[in-house]
T-cell receptor, first 113, second 110 residues
Framework: DAGVTQSPTHLIKTRGQQVTLRCSPKSGHDTVSWYQQALGQGPQFIFQYYEEEERQRGNFPDRFSGHQFPNYSSELNVNALLLGDSALYLC????????????FGPGTRLTVL | SQQGEEDPQALSIQEGENATMNCSYKTSINNLQWYRQNSGRGLVHLILIRSNEREKHSGRLRVTLDTSKKSSSLLITASRAADTASYFCASYTGGFKTIFGAGTRLFVKA
Protein backbone atom coordinates (compact mmCIF):
# COMPACT_ATOMS: atom_id res chain seq x y z
CA ASP A 1 0.00 0.00 0.00
CA ALA A 2 1.80 3.11 -1.26
CA GLY A 3 1.99 6.05 1.08
CA VAL A 4 2.03 9.70 0.10
CA THR A 5 4.69 10.50 -2.47
CA GLN A 6 6.08 13.88 -3.48
CA SER A 7 8.35 15.07 -6.26
CA PRO A 8 10.90 16.39 -6.62
CA THR A 9 12.81 15.85 -3.37
CA HIS A 10 14.89 18.99 -3.71
CA LEU A 11 14.62 22.01 -5.95
CA ILE A 12 16.71 25.16 -6.42
CA LYS A 13 15.20 28.20 -8.13
CA THR A 14 16.02 31.87 -8.46
CA ARG A 15 13.87 34.83 -7.47
CA GLY A 16 11.05 35.56 -9.90
CA GLN A 17 10.87 32.03 -11.27
CA GLN A 18 7.89 29.72 -11.03
CA VAL A 19 7.82 26.23 -9.52
CA THR A 20 5.47 23.24 -9.60
CA LEU A 21 5.49 20.60 -6.89
CA ARG A 22 3.64 17.30 -7.18
CA CYS A 23 1.92 14.97 -4.75
CA SER A 24 0.26 11.56 -5.01
CA PRO A 25 -2.00 10.72 -2.08
CA LYS A 26 -2.09 7.52 -0.09
CA SER A 27 -4.13 4.83 -1.79
CA GLY A 28 -7.83 5.29 -1.03
CA HIS A 29 -7.52 8.93 0.04
CA ASP A 30 -9.46 11.65 -1.77
CA THR A 31 -8.29 14.85 -0.08
CA VAL A 32 -4.94 16.62 -0.36
CA SER A 33 -3.61 19.45 1.81
CA TRP A 34 -0.43 21.46 1.30
CA TYR A 35 1.76 22.97 4.00
CA GLN A 36 4.82 25.20 4.08
CA GLN A 37 7.35 24.58 6.82
CA ALA A 38 10.12 27.11 7.40
CA LEU A 39 13.24 25.99 9.23
CA GLY A 40 12.58 25.54 12.93
CA GLN A 41 8.84 26.21 12.61
CA GLY A 42 5.71 24.14 12.48
CA PRO A 43 3.91 23.50 9.17
CA GLN A 44 1.68 26.34 7.95
CA PHE A 45 -1.52 25.38 6.12
CA ILE A 46 -1.61 26.61 2.51
CA PHE A 47 -4.82 25.02 1.15
CA GLN A 48 -6.82 21.84 0.84
CA TYR A 49 -8.27 20.20 -2.28
CA TYR A 50 -11.23 17.87 -2.48
CA GLU A 51 -13.16 16.80 -5.57
CA GLU A 52 -10.78 18.91 -7.67
CA GLU A 53 -11.80 22.11 -5.87
CA GLU A 54 -9.96 24.25 -3.33
CA ARG A 55 -12.20 24.14 -0.28
CA GLN A 56 -10.12 25.95 2.32
CA ARG A 57 -7.17 28.29 2.15
CA GLY A 58 -4.67 29.57 4.69
CA ASN A 59 -3.07 32.98 4.84
CA PHE A 60 -1.02 32.73 1.64
CA PRO A 61 -1.00 35.12 -1.34
CA ASP A 62 -2.45 34.32 -4.76
CA ARG A 63 1.05 33.49 -5.97
CA PHE A 64 0.33 30.11 -4.40
CA SER A 65 -2.12 28.08 -6.42
CA GLY A 66 -2.98 24.46 -6.79
CA HIS A 67 -4.80 21.82 -8.67
CA GLN A 68 -6.24 18.40 -8.00
CA PHE A 69 -6.65 15.85 -10.76
CA PRO A 70 -9.36 13.20 -11.20
CA ASN A 71 -6.99 10.55 -9.79
CA TYR A 72 -6.72 12.71 -6.60
CA SER A 73 -3.09 13.67 -7.18
CA SER A 74 -2.28 17.33 -6.74
CA GLU A 75 0.08 20.08 -7.76
CA LEU A 76 1.22 23.18 -5.91
CA ASN A 77 2.34 26.10 -8.05
CA VAL A 78 4.22 29.11 -6.78
CA ASN A 79 4.77 32.09 -9.07
CA ALA A 80 7.20 35.01 -8.79
CA LEU A 81 9.33 33.24 -6.20
CA LEU A 82 10.72 35.23 -3.29
CA LEU A 83 13.65 34.38 -1.03
CA GLY A 84 11.13 33.88 1.77
CA ASP A 85 9.49 31.04 -0.14
CA SER A 86 12.46 28.83 0.70
CA ALA A 87 11.02 26.06 2.86
CA LEU A 88 10.00 22.43 3.08
CA TYR A 89 6.69 21.92 1.28
CA LEU A 90 4.63 19.09 2.66
CA CYS A 91 1.69 17.33 1.13
CA UNK A 92 -0.78 15.45 3.30
CA UNK A 93 -3.62 13.20 2.22
CA UNK A 94 -6.74 12.16 4.06
CA UNK A 95 -10.17 10.72 3.56
CA UNK A 96 -12.94 13.29 3.53
CA UNK A 97 -14.91 11.29 6.11
CA UNK A 98 -12.01 10.71 8.51
CA UNK A 99 -11.83 13.66 10.97
CA UNK A 100 -9.05 15.11 8.80
CA UNK A 101 -6.57 12.46 9.99
CA UNK A 102 -3.69 13.26 7.68
CA UNK A 103 -0.77 11.26 6.35
CA PHE A 104 2.24 13.20 5.14
CA GLY A 105 4.70 12.75 2.32
CA PRO A 106 8.46 13.25 2.73
CA GLY A 107 8.30 16.82 1.45
CA THR A 108 10.01 18.90 -1.22
CA ARG A 109 12.85 21.13 -0.08
CA LEU A 110 12.69 24.37 -2.11
CA THR A 111 15.61 26.78 -2.05
CA VAL A 112 15.19 30.19 -3.68
CA LEU A 113 18.41 32.05 -4.47
CA SER B 1 -0.84 33.14 13.98
CA GLN B 2 -0.55 29.50 14.92
CA GLN B 3 -3.33 27.85 16.91
CA GLY B 4 -1.16 25.61 19.02
CA GLU B 5 1.85 26.18 21.18
CA GLU B 6 4.06 23.42 22.50
CA ASP B 7 5.96 23.48 25.75
CA PRO B 8 8.84 23.02 26.27
CA GLN B 9 10.48 24.16 23.05
CA ALA B 10 13.29 21.67 23.63
CA LEU B 11 13.77 18.70 25.94
CA SER B 12 16.87 16.59 26.62
CA ILE B 13 16.58 13.35 28.59
CA GLN B 14 18.41 10.07 29.15
CA GLU B 15 17.34 6.86 27.49
CA GLY B 16 14.79 5.04 29.65
CA GLU B 17 13.31 8.23 31.13
CA ASN B 18 9.84 9.50 30.35
CA ALA B 19 9.28 12.57 28.16
CA THR B 20 6.27 14.84 28.55
CA MET B 21 5.31 17.52 26.05
CA ASN B 22 2.44 19.94 26.41
CA CYS B 23 0.31 21.70 23.85
CA SER B 24 -2.15 24.56 24.21
CA TYR B 25 -4.64 25.79 21.65
CA LYS B 26 -6.95 28.77 21.37
CA THR B 27 -10.36 27.80 20.01
CA SER B 28 -12.71 24.83 20.24
CA ILE B 29 -11.55 21.77 18.35
CA ASN B 30 -13.01 18.64 16.76
CA ASN B 31 -9.83 16.72 17.44
CA LEU B 32 -6.15 17.12 18.21
CA GLN B 33 -3.39 15.13 16.57
CA TRP B 34 0.24 14.53 17.46
CA TYR B 35 2.96 14.06 14.87
CA ARG B 36 6.67 13.24 14.90
CA GLN B 37 9.22 14.64 12.46
CA ASN B 38 12.76 13.39 12.04
CA SER B 39 15.42 15.81 10.73
CA GLY B 40 13.19 17.99 8.55
CA ARG B 41 11.54 15.05 6.81
CA GLY B 42 7.83 14.27 6.48
CA LEU B 43 5.60 14.08 9.52
CA VAL B 44 4.55 10.75 10.97
CA HIS B 45 1.06 10.57 12.46
CA LEU B 46 1.21 9.31 16.06
CA ILE B 47 -2.24 9.60 17.56
CA LEU B 48 -5.57 11.39 17.19
CA ILE B 49 -7.75 12.29 20.18
CA ARG B 50 -11.29 13.56 19.70
CA SER B 51 -12.80 16.42 21.68
CA ASN B 52 -15.04 14.02 23.63
CA GLU B 53 -12.09 11.84 24.70
CA ARG B 54 -9.87 12.52 27.70
CA GLU B 55 -7.08 10.00 27.30
CA LYS B 56 -5.71 7.72 24.64
CA HIS B 57 -2.89 5.19 24.52
CA SER B 58 -0.80 3.78 21.70
CA GLY B 59 2.15 1.59 22.66
CA ARG B 60 4.52 3.77 24.71
CA LEU B 61 2.50 6.90 23.95
CA ARG B 62 -0.15 8.39 26.19
CA VAL B 63 -2.11 11.48 25.17
CA THR B 64 -4.46 13.45 27.38
CA LEU B 65 -6.86 16.21 26.40
CA ASP B 66 -8.39 18.83 28.69
CA THR B 67 -10.86 20.86 26.65
CA SER B 68 -11.70 23.12 29.61
CA LYS B 69 -8.06 24.26 29.67
CA LYS B 70 -7.61 23.93 25.91
CA SER B 71 -4.53 21.81 26.43
CA SER B 72 -3.12 18.39 25.63
CA SER B 73 -0.08 16.45 26.68
CA LEU B 74 1.96 13.70 25.07
CA LEU B 75 3.84 11.28 27.30
CA ILE B 76 6.48 8.97 25.86
CA THR B 77 7.44 6.29 28.36
CA ALA B 78 10.79 4.47 28.53
CA SER B 79 12.27 6.69 25.83
CA ARG B 80 14.81 5.42 23.32
CA ALA B 81 17.48 7.18 21.27
CA ALA B 82 15.27 6.54 18.22
CA ASP B 83 12.60 8.80 19.78
CA THR B 84 14.87 11.79 19.12
CA ALA B 85 12.76 14.02 16.86
CA SER B 86 10.51 17.07 16.79
CA TYR B 87 6.96 16.55 18.03
CA PHE B 88 4.03 18.68 16.89
CA CYS B 89 0.48 18.99 18.04
CA ALA B 90 -2.11 19.91 15.43
CA SER B 91 -5.64 21.06 16.15
CA TYR B 92 -8.55 20.50 13.80
CA THR B 93 -11.50 22.85 14.20
CA GLY B 94 -13.70 21.31 11.53
CA GLY B 95 -13.11 23.91 8.83
CA PHE B 96 -10.93 21.59 6.70
CA LYS B 97 -7.86 23.27 8.16
CA THR B 98 -5.38 21.78 10.64
CA ILE B 99 -3.25 24.20 12.64
CA PHE B 100 0.18 23.18 13.91
CA GLY B 101 2.21 24.49 16.78
CA ALA B 102 5.92 25.28 16.59
CA GLY B 103 6.93 21.90 18.04
CA THR B 104 9.00 20.42 20.85
CA ARG B 105 12.46 19.19 19.98
CA LEU B 106 13.22 16.03 21.96
CA PHE B 107 16.74 14.70 22.32
CA VAL B 108 17.21 11.31 23.96
CA LYS B 109 20.75 10.55 25.03
CA ALA B 110 21.94 6.93 24.86
Amino acid sequence: DAGVTQSPTHLIKTRGQQVTLRCSPKSGHDTVSWYQQALGQGPQFIFQYYEEEERQRGNFPDRFSGHQFPNYSSELNVNALLLGDSALYLCASSLATSDNEQFFGPGTRLTVL
Amino acid sequence: SQQGEEDPQALSIQEGENATMNCSYKTSINNLQWYRQNSGRGLVHLILIRSNEREKHSGRLRVTLDTSKKSSSLLITASRAADTASYFCASYTGGFKTIFGAGTRLFVKA
